[in-house]
């Protein structure tokens, strides 16, 4: 939906991130997150944080029809619960749901939902506002494709709602918290007008004051529903202000100053910057690769250069991932053959083998042989962000396919321009980043052909049959063999060129805790998924 900054690598990314499918990735399964963050003792209440995010999410937070911003998540969470979190034990665990249960043949799904609870307008958080919520999403163009699966919702009893599928739905569960972008929204506020720039939610902070693509600021929720272990109010802060800061450089300089106190980075340069304060001790930093989104070059199928196999296979040829990795990150990226992360369900580290690697010999006679095929051109353009970094890394990834005898020129824009472009099917070659981890099932979206954000225009038989299969196959080992063969159909294909795992780094002043949250109602933790952390556990010491 989310969502870049640095990325495909073959190049930076853009942070796909809202835009329709935003209810797909989501958790599950131990993750690679390190920490370099102190505990910092006994949590503090009060006191203000001034958070640097790396994109404005433009058209508000109203999230029926909300294209978050990969940061724009965060900010999200800030303002609305949703009925579970991913858990860093895997899989998911009730939230504002007090269970979630499925029938065995899982065409019907139970959630219960926790008691005592009330939106921040006062309305009472129960199953009809539940219903009211899954009603509008099912309407909206963002999530009629997304659960188009569902027949219908039934409120059972004022603390339960039952959800009836057409299908098997295997995977539903990681739907309601869709990489945090399923917030529950208080009913009288669904249809307002305001929603977009006054959004009101259960979440343990409230919008004080929305200024776009400047900042918005959030206070206390003084009606919160959570306490932390130690019997105490959460959320243990005052107020946020989230403050869009689109250069990563100019971010991790306002952080370095004090004119904030944490931002978020998938730049793998700015992470090497990171990594330097951090032993020095002049800022912490929580790194995390849980769940991780692949940043990659998508390609548009369906029109020239790349409806022709033997464009594809030029630019897979010609292109050096590594050498971009070295160059312009430093070597911080791991780079990847497949779109799944090695904690997904399914995963294969080398889908088919050999992998396709660098060859600059094969990849000139791929491009002789386009050019004999269509008038002796090969023309395309690279459409990316105006991050340096990413246009130091699409100029490096230009040079490479030069290298290989295609004309290639740039095309920069911002990341909610990019998004829009790609929504508008305006590109060639596109550098992003998508695909977070947690069940693949998440990706049917962005792949199936009947999808609206199918954005490369794949029709592809063979991949909408694994993804309806996979989708609803109750044997564990047929799901499996569904997915690793989706691996091998986009290995053979190469409808997408896989670069890096996006390593999301949240940078803070050293007098900043809590980034990973706090214990969760009914133990565990809440895990780090891609760009996604919870602020309802942030304290600063003194």
Known sequence: MPASRQGSRLVA???????????????GGKGTTTKSQGSGGTPVEGGRLVYGLDAETQGGYCDTTAQLA??????????YDTLVVPA???????????????????LTWTVRLRAGIQFQDGEPFDANAVKANFDAYRKGALFSFVFSNVVDEQVVDPMTIAIHMKKPWIAFEGYLWGTGRLGMIAPNHLNASDCAL????????????YVPNDHMTVVKNPHYWRKDNGGRQLPYLDDIEFRPIIDPYQ????????????????????????????????????ENQHGAEVAYTMLRVDKPPFDDPIARQAVAYAGDKNEVNDIIYHGVNTPTNTPFAPDVFGYIKDPITPPISHDLNRAKQLVDQYKAAHGGQFKLTISATNDPTV?????????QWQKA??????????????????????????????????????????????????????????IDKDLDDGRTNTDVNARRADYEDLQR?????????????????????????????????????????????PVVGIWLSK
């Open 198 to 209: 006054h959004p009101v939610g259960t979440g343990p902070f409230m919008v004080r004051e």
């Open 405 to 462: 005898g295609m004309d290639v020129s740039i095309k920069t824009a911002d990341q909610a321009t990019l998004i829009n472009q790609a929504l508008g099917g305006q590109f060639q070659a596109v550098t992003w980043r998508n695909h977070p981890g947690g069940d693949p099932d998440g990706q049917y979206v962005w792949w199936h052909s009947g999808s609206p954000v199918n954005f490369n225009n794949i029709k592809d038989a063979q």
């Open 13 to 27: 990314t853009v942070a796909v991130v809202a835009v329709l499918a935003a209810a797909c990735g989501g958790g």
């Open 391 to 399: 246009i130091k890394a699409a100029q490096l990834v230009q040079s």
């Open 251 to 286: 971010r991790l300089n306002a952080l370095k100053t004090g004119q904030i106190q944490a931002m978020l980075t998938d730049n793998g340069d700015v992470i090497y910057q990171v990594r330097q304060a951090v032993n020095q001790g002049t800022l912490a930093s929580v």
């Open 489 to 533: 159909v986009f290995a053979r294909q190469l409808y997408n060129l896989w670069g890096f795992y996006a390593l999301w780094t949240f940078a803070t002043a050293p007098n900043v805790h809590g980034i990973t949250g706090p214990a969760l109602p009914d133990g565990g933790r809440q895990a780090l998924v891609a760009s996604v952390h």
């Open 88 to 106: 860093e034990n895997g899989g998911y665990a009730p939230y504002l749901a007090q269970s979630v249960a499925h029938s065995a043949d899982y």
């Open 70 to 79: 990969a940061s724009g998540i965060i900010v999200n969470g800030a303002i």
